[in-house]
């Protein structure tokens, strides 16, 4: 019944691996995000997609890299993890249109060593 | 640059007491405000506001817009232990057919019994 879900909900690893975020949303909205919390709780937009086309592309790094395969779907690729890449990766979705409530995932503990 | 701030940053109470936290905004193009809690997990929606002076209204929860002065607020009435969270507010702003949210850095509510 999890409207926002997103796995793994912990992940510990080594600086400089690849690392993936899976995303999958059964609301049927037509845009995706992704968010990242600092250690401040501070909550900042990386990505959206609106059918399958990049809307917003905040200033992130070029190592992060999201995929959708489908409208339902909104995976984040870590590349060559670094030390400061800690912290949790929120993934969101919301209906197309202005206005419209933002539903967010349990959010996805990254950790790298 | 649009910007949300919240204030306080923090903020001690003891359960029964009534509490209001604040949130101004300078956006472009202005849609919506959204008001979330944020616990461990997630944030959870609370309310999202379009039209100045409407109150919403859920349980102990309140929140209004005045958007000739641009800011709004979240009272919390007769506080309790479980309301301690992280409360963040988030404008909707920006043209095109989706906005951008940002999120203000969230107000700490701790609620001592």
């Known amino acids: 019944d999890t409207a926002v879900s997103q796995t793994p909900k912990y992940l510990v690893t080594q600086m400089g691996n690849d690392k993936s975020i899976k995303c999958e949303q059964n609301?049927?909205?037509?845009?995706m995000y992704w968010y990242k919390q600092d250690s401040k709780k501070f909550l900042k937009i990386m990505f959206s997609?609106?059918?399958?086309?990049?809307?917003i592309n905040e200033t992130v790094p070029n190592r992060f890299s999201p995929k959708s395969p489908d409208k339902a779907h909104l995976n984040l690729h870590i590349n060559s993890l670094e030390l400061g890449d800690s912290a949790v990766y929120f993934c969101?979705?919301?209906?197309?249109?202005?206005?419209?409530?933002?539903?967010f995932g349990e959010g996805s503990w990254l950790t790298v060593v | 640059e649009d910007k949300v701030v919240q204030s306080p940053l923090s903020l001690v109470v003891h359960e029964g007491d009534t509490v209001t936290l604040n949130c101004s905004y300078e956006?472009?193009?202005?849609?919506?405000l959204l008001w979330y809690k944020q616990e461990k997990k997630a944030p959870t929606f609370l309310f999202m506001l379009?039209?100045?002076?409407i109150e919403k209204k859920s349980g102990r929860l309140s929140s209004i817009l005045d958007k000739k002065e641009l800011f709004s607020i979240l009272n919390i009435t007769a506080t309790q232990t479980g309301d301690s969270a992280i409360y963040l507010c988030?404008?909707?702003?920006?043209?095109?057919?989706?906005?951008?949210?940002?999120f203000g850095k969230g107000t700490k509510l701790s609620v001592k019994p």
């Open positions: 609301l049927g909205h037509d845009t």
């Open positions: 379009t039209s100045s002076g």
């Open positions: 997609y609106n059918n399958k086309e990049l809307i």
């Open positions: 988030a404008v909707e702003a920006g043209g095109g057919s989706q906005g951008n949210l940002i």
């Open positions: 969101a979705s919301s209906a197309r249109g202005a206005g419209n409530t933002i539903y």
């Open positions: 956006v472009t193009n202005f849609r919506s």
